[in-house]
């Protein structure tokens, strides 16, 4: 099938029943609390905002986050994911079967964010829908994060009252194509981020893929805010694409603390963590890269923790969110 605005497919968990949205009114007319907005930092959707993480992989002790928001969706137990996806050009449907939410931005205003059930999570940043370049279409989201010698952040989220929770909140599965102007150098940086409350309910555990070493290096990143320092690392030889489009993938899983990535349809394998990666930061959870018991944010978008004497501008397109890999969308 084609995209359309927000299609989500099927979506039981959350009121015991399957749902067909094809828009932006049927979404907020069901009462998705995702229909409102989020604070800044560190801060889930709904949350208060904070200062956000140090860099890894550094003598530097990690920074705080702000406090958890939204309360979390139900944790359950899924197989891992299945391989042999194509890439880019491997034709499969702009929002695919099986997908729980997916979004081209067609129907959103050029020049605002995007609508409900994404909320802009900013700070010295900024996020809207663009018409200078598209995956398909006429439109993505541009997150830009302006030069200057503080942190940046420019997200676009979904919470706890989204289509992608509770049915992703214990293994999610994404993808979105993005295009990146130009990568930092020495900056660590964010371009995927799911995060969830600890299990027991002091901090927020957060699942990142963004880089940080040389110019663009992917990185897997593990954080911890409220002061539990962990700031967890685990370092690729591939770099960031940059100037075209590329498909970003994720898979983030509660019951094996897992985090693996494609990029163009092809496993990042050392940045395939399970359990720990190279090393941390911080020592208070002994160097495991604990998951939350379920997931209930994801961010997309960009967010840098020290300054940077470039202006960074990241599109993103196709976005689609699932319980299983569902592999990119034909060109």
Known sequence: MTASKRTAIVVTEAFGRSWVWLSTLSLCAVGFSACTSDGDGGAALGGSAG?????????????????????????????????????????????????????????????????????????????????????SGSKAVLASAPNGPTYRRAFIGLGSGSPIFPGAASEMYGRAMIWLEAAPTEVHWTMIQAQGPAADGTHNAEYRYGGQHGTGRLMANYETNNNVKTD???HSQTVVPTGKWACAEWRFAVATNEMQFWLDGTEVQDIHV????????????????????????????????????????IWLDAVAVSTERLGCPAP
């Open 232 to 234: 967890c690392y685990d």
């Open 274 to 313: 399970t359990d720990r990666g190279e090393g941390c930061g911080g020592t208070d959870l002994n160097g495991q890269w604990l998951a939350p018991p379920a997931f209930d944010n994801l961010f997309l978008g960009w967010e840098h923790y020290q300054p940077w004497s470039g202006d960074i501008r």
């Open 51 to 135: 200062a956000s993480g140090g860099s890894s992989g550094s003598s530097a002790a990690a920074g705080s986050a702000g406090s958890a928001g939204a309360s979390s969706g139900a944790a359950g137990s899924s197989a891992a994911g299945s391989g042999g996806l194509g890439g880019a050009g491997s034709g499969v449907a702009t929002c695919p079967a099986g997908a729980l939410f997916c979004d081209d931005f067609e129907e959103d205003a050029v020049g605002q964010p995007p609508a409900a059930p994404w909320s802009p999570s900013t700070n010295a940043g900024t996020v809207a829908v663009d018409s200078t370049r598209a995956f």
